[in-house]
Structure formats: C-alpha cells, structure tokens
C-alpha cells in the first residue's frame, strides 16, 4: 500500500501517533517506533487483528519503512477524529454530566463486554485510551492487553487506574478492567484521576493495594449513579459486577431506552408496514374494510402484509377443520368411483397415460423440508414419487383428487390455463393459500420416514 504520513496527532511512551493518507485520498492513522523497541506494537498488532467490533478500534496492517536508513515499524490503525475522552472532558470544563456519563459508560461496557467474551482484558482502560467517534466510542491502545489464559505473571498499565489485585501483583483479569472503569467514572465528573491526592505512583500504588481505600465518590451522584459506581469499585474482585451484569444495571436503563426508541423509529425491512404508516398515510393507502382473519393466523398475517390492494376475492385455505384435509399419498391407493376429469386435460393426457406416469420432483424441492424432530434431511436422493393423487382445483376453489399418478409439469400448465386471467402476484398468492392443505399433508405424512 502507498501511503504518505502527515502531521503527529498523539505520542505515547513508546510510539508516536500519525495522520496519514493513501493515494486515494483515504486518512488512518499510523503508530510508528524504532524498529529495535517495536515488540509491544508488533504484540498490539497481534491482538487487535483478531478483533471485530464497533467498539474496538479497527487495524489495517503494519509495514517496515526507513527513515535516513533507520528501520520503523508502522501500525496502521482506524482514524477516529474527535480526539479522546480525556480531551472531551477537559474541552466540557473538566466534567462531563450524568446523562452524559450514562451514555459513555454504556459503550465502553459494550466494548469490554466484547473483549471479556473473547477472552482478552484490556489492562488499562482509561479516557487516554478512549477515542471518540462519529458514531460512538472505541476502545483503543492495546499494548498493555492480554489473553486471560497466558501472561499471568505480567502485570501492566496505569498505576492511579490499577485495582486493588493488580497493585499487590496477585491477578490481572476481567474485574481488573471493571474496577479502571469505575476511575475513569470519576474522571469524566471530576476531570481528574482517581487518586488526585496521590502524587507519586508508588504511593498511590501502596494506598490502592493494602490501604483499603476507595477513591471518594463525587457528591452530586444520584442514588443509582452512586450504586452503580460502587458495583464497580468493590475492593473484593469476586465481588466486583462483570460488564454483562452492570450493562443490566438501572444507571444504564435511559440509554437502552433511548436505543430502544431508535430502533422503533427505524424500519427493520420494506415490509414493515407500521412505520411507513406513521411516516405517510394517503387516502389511497387508508384501509376502508376490517379484515375479516384474524391476525395472528398465517392468512391474515399475509393480508396484513399485502393490504388490500389485490382485491377481496382472494381465497385463504380454512385451516380450522380437520375433515377437509386430502389424502395425497398413502401406504394403500383406493377406488375413487366420482372423478370425472375435465374436458381441458382430457385434450392433454388420457386415462391410461394417467396410470402409468409419474411425478419427477427435483432434489431442491425435497431438500427444502427438514424433520424437526430428527434435525435432519428426510430425504435426500428421491426423484419420483409414484404414488400421490392428482389434485383437481375446481371453480369455487375446493380441491378433489383421483387416486393415481400424472405429470407434474401438465398440472402446473393446467393451473396455469385456470388462473390466466390473474396477475402473476394474484396467482402466487392464489396457488400458496389453496395448496396449503395439499403441502402440509405431505409434510406430515412425509415425516413419519
């Protein structure tokens, strides 16, 4: 990939941070180190390539460039452009407000949340390492990062953010990140560190680990902001809430459902009638008749999509009564004395060809069915199905049948004269809803393979 490095928009103790654009035109950002000291960044890379969330910074790659013939390696990261959650913090006048704090909070549990499921923990969450974009947060440097199954004995990340554990140097794991959530709460409302007492980090260090200390609470915490803040700060790591449990906590509950208020908002696919009703209703789409089904039946589930735009002559299968169902394969084939075949297939087969002709049904169709009750196929490989009774749809659309065998291309060319003076839509509608019985007879019969 070509690409050019702009001006430096971030510096750590171990990388410098860039602007850079490619030949396109397209901005990420590139975190550059000699290539000598690059393990941590080469470790990042390693890491942050395995990941895949919104609320993860994104990664690109990396490449070894030279600088007056000094090697660099080069990670190539997510631009996010609004800067960190400390520089918002500090640009809100050092505190940020309670409903603004709701709603950060709630992405970085979903991002930790994310990380704790795949089993990394972070190791040093904070507002530096918050980036803040276009459409949320994203958690960001993950050079203090590990697999909670490897790396036991390391420890890292910023003293004033370190629980209780991590400052006795017993065990970094998820309730380690849950505690540096808590500090970072109070830093966006205090617009300072945990421990702004504390002026060295190895005192702070010595207060976290055996003091017993919590840092202090700000004052103008409501009740559950209070509680919430305390579910996160418990000094027992045991007892600490994981960021599935605090994501259920009632702090959160004005985030979800703002949320909740925005996807009802949103239409879920071009079928979702109700939100197009309430964005435009014309005369001509205002329903003039109540549906006679019931809507929660599979018919008027499907009016209920349709409308009433095709007219109110379609026909729906009654599928309350038994007695109405046909047989349409069975182990014995009996004598039907009644059938009287129509004069229009006459002129396409007759009655011998009927008895000795059989139905090809491709593999796909049969494929399409599977026994619920054994999770599997229940038939893979068959082509003919020599017994099934021809099923006659008369004007008033009831179905009768002869008991014997026929060519399923002439049925559907004999459906094809009945309903020619349909739409193809009304046809399909048409066929489905009357061959409802016929198709879930076979199913059941089909099942008892």
């Known amino acids: 990939m070509e690409w050019k490095r702009g001006p430096t928009i971030g510096a750590g103790s171990t990388a410098v941070v860039s602007l850079a654009t490619t030949t396109t035109g397209d901005l990420f950002a590139v975190k550059s180190t000699d290539l000598s000291s690059s393990t941590p960044l080469q470790k990042e890379q390693t890491i942050i390539s395995q990941l895949c969330s919104p609320y993860v910074l994104k990664c690109f790659g990396s490449e070894i460039t030279y600088d007056r013939n000094k090697p660099e390696f080069n990670l190539f990261l997510e631009y996010v452009p609004n800067g960190t959650l400390s520089d918002l913090i500090k640009n809100q006048g050092g505190s940020l407000k309670e409903n603004e704090i709701q709603f950060h909070v709630h992405e970085v549990l979903q991002g930790l949340n994310y990380l704790h499921g795949n089993g990394l ?31 036991t004995s390391v420890f890292a990340g910023t003293p004033a953010y370190m629980a209780p554990e991590v400052a006795r140097a017993e065990q970094q794991s998820f309730p380690a990140d849950i505690w540096a959530v808590g500090c970072t709460i109070i830093e966006m409302a205090t617009g300072t560190n945990p421990w702004p007492e ?25 009740d559950t902001a209070t509680d919430f803040l305390g579910k996160c700060l418990m000094r027992d790591s045991e007892e600490r809430w994981t960021a599935a449990e605090l994501l259920e906590h009632p702090f959160l509950n004005p985030v979800k459902e703002e949320i909740g208020e925005l996807t009802k908002k949103s239409p879920t696919s071009v079928m979702d009638q109700g939100f197009w009703d309430d964005v435009l209703v014309t005369d001509s789409f205002e329903r003039t008749t109540e549906m006679g089904l019931s809507s929660d039946s599979p018919a008027g589930r499907v009016r209920g999509l349709i409308g009433e735009c095709f007219g109110s002559d379609l026909m729906f299968a009654d599928w309350t009564e038994e007695d109405d169902w046909v047989t349409v394969r069975g182990n014995e084939i009996e004598e039907c004395s009644n059938f009287d075949l129509s004069e229009e297939f006459e002129d396409l087969i007759d009655e011998e060809e009927i ?95």
């Not at 504390?198 to 409501?222: H, N, T």
């Open 355 to 449: 008895q000795t002709l059989t139905i090809g049904v491709e593999d796909s169709l049969l494929d399409c069915y599977i026994d619920e009750r054994r999770s599997s196929l229940f038939c893979e490989n068959v082509t003919d199905v020599p017994v099934l009774k021809f099923m006659k749809l008369k004007d008033n659309g009831i179905i009768s049948s002869f008991r014997s065998t026929f060519s399923f291309h002439i049925l559907l060319f004999y459906l094809d004269v009945i309903f020619h003076r349909y739409s193809l839509m009304c046809t399909l509608i048409k066929i489905g809803t009357t061959f409802t019985p016929f198709l879930k007879e076979v199913t059941s019969l089909y099942s008892r393979f």
């Open 121 to 151: 923990v972070h190791c040093d969450i904070k507002g530096q390492n918050i980036l803040i974009g276009k459409n949320g947060l994203k958690i960001a440097d993950f050079g203090c990062a590990k697999w909670v199954v490897s790396d």
């Open 198 to 222: 504390m002026k060295s980090p190895a005192s702070a260090l010595y207060r976290i680990a055996y003091s017993g200390d919590v840092p202090e609470y700000p004052s103008w915490f409501s």
